[in-house]
């Protein structure tokens, strides 16, 4: 006969069994960007993907405007510029926060290029180029992106906008945050986390906040 205390020991294992596993299936871990590095020969910054298909090169300072921030580049793909293909009128131009920037996704598939305004995805299958949907003035709003899994996920300091890369279809999370979102934190294969300013007190503090992608399902936006 089994007694009461073999039986609560037997639903105690049994539950931390389940919870385990399912803390292994939605941990978080800290995103590996892709580092700026020094072009071989050159004294100019670059930004190359892990496989070297995507380099983006050149880098120096513009401002375009009276204080607007950003880099200029030149986009190679395969050793092959692609400038015209990305850009109009020569505005080979990017967003001027690049130290959290994932360039190409853990397996490989598919290739990111962060241009201000407008940013493509490269699939590298059959080559094929996808512009995504424009958020506004992403200049001196844009954080960085990173790849999880089948998705891309952009943050943007009031939003986060995510890609369903199987059929590039976009959506985005307006956060309703009381500050500005700053860094990417960690990111699972269902959830984002971010850190950010809250500037609804009168002390500026800095807090964390963790969105399950599935709160992004019901504000897709047009292309």
């Known amino acids: 006969m089994i007694t009461n205390k073999v039986l609560y020991l037997f639903l105690f294992l049994s539950f931390l069994f389940f919870f385990l596993l399912n803390s292994c299936k939605t941990s978080l871990v800290k995103p590996e960007f892709t580092p700026i590095?020094?072009?071989?020969?050159?004294?100019y910054k670059a930004l190359i993907s892990k496989s070297g298909d995507l380099r983006l090169k050149?880098?120096?300072y513009s401002e375009p405007n009276n204080g607007r921030m950003l880099w200029r580049m030149d986009v190679y793909h395969q050793d092959q510029n692609i400038n015209s293909q990305l850009f109009s009128e020569g505005w080979n131009h990017l967003n001027f926060s690049i130290e959290q920037l994932m360039l190409?996704?853990?397996?490989?598939q598919y290739l990111y290029v962060p241009a201000e305004g407008d940013t493509f995805i490269i699939r590298k299958a059959d080559n094929k180029l996808f512009r995504l949907p424009y958020?506004?003035?992403?200049?001196?709003?844009?954080v960085g992106n990173v790849f999880v899994g089948k998705?891309?996920?952009?943050?943007?300091s009031?939003?986060?906008?995510?890609?369903?890369?199987?059929?590039?279809?976009?959506?985005?999370?307006?956060?309703?945050?009381?500050?500005?979102?700053?860094?990417?934190?960690?990111?699972?294969k269902?959830?984002?986390?971010?850190?950010?300013?809250?500037?609804?007190?009168?002390?500026?503090?800095?807090?964390?906040?963790?969105?399950?992608?599935?709160?992004?399902?019901k504000v897709a936006i047009e292309k």
């Open 37 to 43: 590095v020094k072009e071989e020969g050159s004294s």
């Open 58 to 60: 050149n880098l120096t």
């Open 104 to 108: 190409e996704d853990e397996k490989k």
């Open 135 to 142: 958020v506004g003035t992403a200049g001196n709003s844009y």
């Open 151 to 156: 998705k891309l996920v952009e943050v943007y």
């Open 158 to 188: 009031h939003q986060l906008k995510l890609t369903n890369l199987r059929t590039m279809d976009t959506f985005l999370y307006p956060t309703q945050l009381k500050g500005r979102i700053t860094a990417i934190k960690l990111v699972g």
């Open 190 to 217: 269902d959830r984002i986390g971010f850190e950010y300013y809250d500037t609804e007190s009168s002390q500026r503090k800095k807090r964390n906040k963790v969105v399950r992608f599935k709160a992004f399902q």
